[in-house]
């Protein structure tokens, strides 16, 4: 599967962005797909996940403002993010995998987007 992230941006503190996530390829519903931002001199940190059976996970730091959702006859995963701070800013990567599990660490991924920039200013 190849996968196309978009949506990031400029955005100020407060505001709200959507990231897109379009995939090529059969099958789109039979893979877990999750969202990892990577912020400058950080490891990449998993954000979300939305499994292929259907059930969701978000971390901590970005519950009740951010929400990821899928679109399986569009081949498409989505990051809703709103009340954007601005330790959000990072790359955002898009990434996909058929046996994740219930593993949020990069390695159990193994398709990957070329990421979005999304910056929040203060």
């Known amino acids: 599967v190849q996968l196309q992230a978009s949506g990031g941006g400029l955005v100020q503190a407060g505001d709200s962005l959507r990231l897109s996530c379009a995939a090529s390829?059969?099958?789109?519903?039979?893979?877990?797909m999750a969202w990892f931002r990577q912020a400058p001199g950080k490891e990449r940190e998993f954000v979300a996940v939305?499994?292929?059976?259907?059930?969701?996970y978000h971390i901590d730091s970005v519950k009740g403002r951010f929400a990821i959702s899928r679109d399986n006859a569009e081949n498409t995963v989505y990051l809703q993010m709103n009340s954007l701070k601005p330790e959000d800013t990072a790359v955002y990567y898009c990434a996909a995998d058929r046996s994740a599990g219930y593993s949020y660490i990069p390695r159990a991924f193994n398709y990957w987007g070329q990421g979005t920039q999304v910056t929040v200013s203060s």
């Open positions: 390829g059969r099958d789109f519903s039979t893979y877990d």
């Open positions: 939305s499994r292929s059976h259907g059930s969701t």
